[in-house]
């Protein structure tokens, strides 16, 4: 039905940048709140942060002034650009997003909260 995602993982250096981008494809008919959340290991998943689809943000505070995530509608698409990176933040990334949908029978729409598989995201210190 609807799928997410993302790439733009990898390697990176303490203090360094990454990009990070997640789709979503499928038979959407719209996307509400798409967010990013992570989870290092042998901790919880957190919320890393969300966007509404006017585009307004909220961040967790270990990541503001340093990470921006934003969106293109159009593409259902959903980014998150990381500096300043830090080795605690290594962690496997994971894109989600609150998805209309068309079923094709009745009712004609559902909603669905969407998760992507998720990417690894290395800092190295």
């Known amino acids: 039905q609807v799928q997410l995602v993302e790439s733009g993982g990898g390697l990176v250096q303490a203090g360094g940048s990454l990009r990070l981008s997640c789709a979503a494809s499928g038979s959407i008919f719209s996307i509400n709140d798409m967010g990013w959340y992570r989870q290092a290991p042998g901790k919880q998943r957190e919320l890393v942060a969300t966007?509404?689809?006017?585009?307004?943000?909220n961040y967790a505070d270990s990541v503001k002034g340093r990470f921006t995530i934003s969106r293109d509608n159009a593409k259902n698409t959903v980014f998150l650009e990381m500096t300043s990176l830090k080795p605690e933040e290594t962690a496997v990334y994971s894109c989600?997003?609150?998805?209309?949908?068309?079923?094709?029978?009745?009712?004609?729409?559902?909603?669905?909260?969407?998760w992507g598989q998720g990417t690894l995201v290395t800092v190295s210190s």
């Open positions: 989600n997003a609150q998805v209309v949908y068309y079923t094709g029978a009745r009712p004609a729409y559902k909603s669905l909260d969407v």
């Open positions: 966007c509404t689809r006017s585009g307004s943000t």
